[in-house]
């Protein structure tokens, strides 16, 4: 796995859930799986809110293990390699 493509960084820790929130920076989508700069598999996104033309994601981490450590690292999606359809 090599993250390609930067969603944000990791803004600070939410005390009520432990989620990592980000400002976004690239298309995601709920569900999708977030990556450190190493490859390691961090979370997955599970929320987005605030305004529509800047919003804020909420990722869900695999462990609630040390995550105000990644406060201030950067998060990643893997781009896909989409097969284009042949006409």
Do not use: C
């Amino acid at each position: 796995m090599n993250p390609t493509k930067k969603i944000g960084t990791i803004l600070h820790v939410s005390k009520s859930t432990g989620n990592l929130i980000l400002k976004v920076e690239n298309d995601v989508q709920i569900g999708d799986d977030i990556f450190d700069k190493n490859g390691k598999r961090v979370g997955i996104v599970f929320d987005f809110f605030g305004p529509v033309n800047s919003p804020y994601i909420a990722v869900k981490p695999r462990s609630s293990e040390e995550v105000t450590k990644l406060v201030g690292e950067k998060l990643f999606l893997e781009e896909k390699n989409q097969k284009k359809r042949k006409r």
